[in-house]
């Protein structure tokens, strides 16, 4: 599966923005999505994960509240809304899908996630 994000740019402190990440092949029931994160000089952070068939969702504590993890099963695309960004958010940010089997948890590993997208920056600044 190639994954496509984009959404990515500049957005003032507060300010909210949608990243988005096509898949190039339909997205099996028992996929699940998620997103990272890579900002400058600091490793690769889980940001949300997303399974596909029951849309059950995780967070990293930091975008609890602010951030929500979305699919669209039609078009094969997963979504990330962000909410009250702030200057720590500012990041590259990967999409990435993990072929898990049937009643797999959702996972904060990115070693567990089988091919990733080629990332969007944005940048949380005034």
């Known amino acids: 599966v190639l994954l496509q994000a984009s959404g990515g740019g500049l957005v003032q402190p507060g300010g909210s923005l949608r990243l988005s990440c096509a898949a190039s092949?339909?997205?099996?029931?028992?996929?699940?999505m998620g997103w990272f994160r890579q900002a400058p000089g600091k490793e690769r952070q889980f940001v949300a994960a997303?399974?596909?068939?029951?849309?059950?969702?995780y967070y990293t504590d930091s975008v609890k509240g602010r951030f929500k993890i979305s699919r669209d099963s039609a078009t094969d695309t997963v979504y990330l809304r962000m909410d009250s960004l702030k200057a720590e958010d500012t990041a590259v940010y990967y999409c990435?899908?993990?072929?898990?089997?049937?009643?797999?948890?959702?996972?904060?590993?990115?070693?567990?996630?089988?091919?990733w997208g080629q990332g969007t920056q944005f940048t949380v600044s005034s």
């Open positions: 997303i399974s596909w068939r029951e849309a059950n969702t």
């Open positions: 092949e339909p997205i099996l029931s028992n996929y699940h």
């Open positions: 990435a899908v993990r072929q898990a089997r049937s009643s797999t948890p959702l996972s904060a590993s990115g070693a567990l996630y089988d091919s």
